[in-house]
């Protein structure tokens, strides 16, 4: 070839500064000064005689020319982190992002049957849930996402839409009735917003007392805990509390629910089917959720 292709770093470089849009916080992620990312960028422009930013006494912009190359940017080192990935493992590998409580009372329980049916390939689960992947950059495959979002630009397969239903333990009813225990009982509260509890007073009205206690935590797994030891009554999931329900743990104490629009949703991009051992957990993952 006649013309030198830019080096991975450079676009690497130029990628980071187009998300943050900041040569100093794209320093901070690339472990770089500011002044190596903006010399990085600035010899990427020389290498495609293209000025790819306007640069601004308070902002950084894109111009069409850096507009055109991030999605080409992002191609490329997708493409280098797959192979990347690939060539590091020995055998086949799934890498996902999930929401804890999700992980471990729904996925990792069933982990065991994909295993049976698919002992060559590695899993790994990672649960920092807040924070959606850069497929781009991190060596992640997917990420099971709790919410309401929608992902136009991901392959997403929907797993279950949440529906909640008021439980306590059974202690909690002894010697009184379930509409008891409800009006005079302590919530528990699965977000500090207490945002559950506010709907279900809307749609069962009365069904709670003027005066009852809250209980409340910062996540769904510390309220099904709490609750279990009889501290009060959470609105919950039955997918994720089946073991719970089962073994009669938590008992059902109004025949109502509430349908929240959160959904649990496995989201990726497209060219991961490629990768290896991940068209095996998507098709496990499938059959799971039709069963």
Not at 84 to 104: D, E, F, N, Q, Y
Request: negative net charge; contains cysteine; aromatic residues 8%.
């Amino acid at each position: 070839m006649s013309r030198q292709l830019p080096s991975i770093e450079l676009l690497q470089a130029f990628l980071t500064v187009a998300k943050t849009g900041n040569f100093g916080k794209a320093g901070e992620q690339l472990h770089l000064s500011q002044s190596a990312v903006s010399r990085q960028v600035a010899q990427l422009e020389r290498s495609l005689d293209s000025r790819l930013f306007e640069r601004h006494t308070r902002k950084i912009v894109l111009t069409a020319a850096g507009t055109s190359l991030v999605p080409v940017a992002e191609q490329v080192i997708g493409l280098l982190s797959d192979a990347s990935h690939m060539l590091a493992t020995a055998g086949r590998s799934v890498s996902l992002r999930a929401h804890p409580t999700m992980a471990t009372r729904w996925l990792i329980p069933r982990l065991s049957d994909f295993y049976r049916l698919n002992p060559d390939v590695t899993v790994s689960v990672d649960t920092a849930y807040q924070s959606f992947p850069d497929f781009a950059f991190e060596s992640i495959d997917a990420m099971i996402t709790y919410g309401t979002a929608t992902w136009p630009d991901f392959e997403a397969l929907e797993l279950w839409e949440e529906e909640l239903i008021p439980v306590c333990a059974p202690a909690l009813l002894a010697g009184t009735t379930t509409e008891e225990v409800l009006k005079t009982g302590r919530l528990v509260d699965g977000s500090m917003d207490r945002l559950d509890w506010r709907r279900w007073d809307e749609l069962y009205p009365g069904s709670t007392g003027s005066n009852n206690g809250h209980l409340t935590f910062d996540t769904l797994e510390s309220a099904i805990v709490a609750t279990t030891c009889g501290q009060g009554i959470a609105l919950v999931d039955p997918v994720i509390t089946r073991d719970e329900l089962h073994r009669q743990q938590l008992t059902r104490v109004h025949p109502g629910n509430i349908t929240t629009g959160a959904r649990y949703t496995l989201v990726y991009p497209k060219r991961v089917k490629r990768s290896r051992g991940f068209a095996e957990f998507l098709e496990w993952l499938e059959q799971e959720v039709a069963g």
